[in-house]
């Protein structure tokens, strides 16, 4: 079977956009390539060219999940500007925004894929996902030298954000979560009136905005 995925062409992306639909409602736990080209008006041959393998496709449409999350990520470094209460306050209401549930289901799942199958498909992803987001974190904070310590706030942040967001996913209890948050803001001294904040409007997935 060819491993290698032909460059990208109208045709590809088109059913790219089709199939990161399909899994944002199905998951990627039990792709089949059958139901899936059937759903989105392919076959599993044409598949297999446009994406070498299905672990290719399976590796594409992650590509396609991070840029969602990388979107959020540029306009979340306007929108919290220079300030890490105000980075994790916008950064909660996205995550906590009904309209991107699914996408972060999804990232859920690579995320834990990604430990449990080192070497497949998901190979990578969750390490990206810290980097991605240390990285934005920690853009909130000028000015700070290099070093363990400058990380330590952005990491703590965003260890608390991601068991939060895994709760919000088990539970669908927004408002018990959010005050968690906003607690933890409060405890740590970084914000004390990020619950009366206008929520951020920001895109979801596949370009829709959401707020919390």
Request: hydrophobic share 45%.
């Amino acid at each position: 079977m060819n491993q290698t995925a032909p460059p990208s062409s109208p045709r590809r992306e088109e059913l790219l956009e089709r199939a990161y639909l399909y899994a944002l409602e199905h998951g990627l736990a039990d792709l089949s390539l059958r139901p899936l080209a059937a759903a989105i008006g392919s076959s599993p041959r044409v598949l297999l060219f446009l994406f070498g393998s299905k672990d290719g496709l399976i590796r594409a449409l992650l590509d396609r999940a991070r840029a969602d999350e990388l979107n959020f990520l540029a306009q979340a470094r306007v929108v919290g500007q220079a300030d890490l209460a105000a980075m994790v306050d916008v950064t909660w209401q996205w995550l906590a925004a009904e309209p991107v549930r699914p996408l972060l289901t999804l990232w859920a799942e690579a995320y834990a894929r990604s430990l449990a199958e080192p070497a497949g498909p998901w190979s990578g992803f969750a390490r990206q996902t810290v980097e991605d987001w240390l990285a934005l974190l920690a853009a909130a904070q000028p000015g700070r030298s290099g070093g363990p310590g400058t990380t330590a706030e952005p990491t703590l942040a965003l260890a608390v954000l991601r068991g939060a967001l895994l709760d919000l996913l088990a539970t669908g209890n927004t408002d018990r979560v959010t005050t968690a948050i906003h607690l933890y803001l409060r405890l740590t001294s970084v914000n004390g009136t990020t619950s009366d904040a206008a929520p951020a409007t920001l895109p979801g997935p596949t370009g829709e905005s959401g707020t919390a």
